[in-house]
């Protein structure tokens, strides 16, 4: 069994699951999203979630235990005499942030449709509602997809970068649905990896398949779910006519800070013995990349304690 200490990162055995695969485990769970987000604007105890989310007992028992056993809240007493417990962030949850404000971000900018309002975000620095722009931690230079280049490092296989489980639960029903479309892309093994692997340059229906050792009607059906959002457009390939390849519009470019800040918590959270799992590099510096997320307003670097989560009116 892993011990995921909050304060420093879990040290995974050779040959198993890498940390991307330990992230997508927890960021590909729209209870899980859901949850952290209420812990980021100060809900700690048991019935505020209830109160706040369309939640059972069962499923939110479960989403505490797992987000505890895996370092992202530690439980503390608060009322001794009745031993009630409160759920607070760790140092690993509080560093979680960059994932949430990416996301939200995203879905704000590209997804019309939700079943309540997104959170306000405030930068306490300037005092104004924000926008997080993704910039190299070594340079402070604004990154598009294509300013960065790597790839797999030595943990780094298709096979070894997906959850264990096959798929991972979404939430369901009324008023769940609160990042839609991030669910899509990222709340199922399979989407996961085409989505991963359009990123790192694969374009073609047979490559999707081959590379990722996914069955061909699964890959059918999720590039048609992603050509429907509008993440994906497909055109004639250039070798033969009577293939399509597949790549990534605006829409889903835009996506990219979701997928890379992700990718850098789990690295930071995450060390297996043989090594990264991912590797890049920005070469307009000539360093190694870590994102860095900055105010749109005053170009400041965001920090977790200066961004006000608000709920809206």
Known sequence: MLVHPPDRPTALPAGGTNAIGHTLGLIGDEWNLLILRYAM???????????ALPISHAVLTRRLAYLTDMGVFE??????????????LTKRGRDLWPILLSVWAWEAAWVPEHVE????????????????????AACAKPVQPRDIVGGFGPSGTWERSVPAATTRRRSTG?????????????GNRWSAAILGA????????????????????IV???????????VFEQSPSAERADWLSYHLTEKG???????????DWGQRWYRAADGPALLYTHPACGQDFHTQLRCDGCL??????????????
Do not use: N
């Not at 997104?118 to 930068?123: D, F, I, T």
């Not at 359009?198 to 009607?217: I, V």
């Not at 059918?220 to 509008?230: D, I, K, S």
């Open 174 to 186: 009324a008023g769940a649905g609160l990042f839609p479309q991030t669910m899509t892309l990222i």
């Open 75 to 88: 439980k503390a007493e608060y009322e001794s005499r009745s031993r009630r417990l409160e759920y607070r």
């Open 41 to 51: 604007m100060g809900v700690r105890r048991y019935g505020e979630w209830r109160e």
């Open 117 to 136: 309002s997104l959170p306000l975000m405030v930068h306490k620095r300037c005092g104004e509602q924000f926008l997080p722009v993704l910039t190299c």
């Open 220 to 230: 059918a059906e999720r590039l048609r779910v992603f050509c429907e959002l509008g």
């Open 300 to 313: 400041v670097p965001l920090r977790g304690h200066e961004v006000a989560v608000e709920r809206p009116a």
């Open 253 to 263: 470019r835009a996506f990219f800070p979701v997928v890379i800040t992700a990718i």
């Open 198 to 217: 359009s990123f790192q340059g694969l374009h073609r229906f047979r490559d999707f398949e081959q590379r990722l050792g996914a069955p061909p009607t």
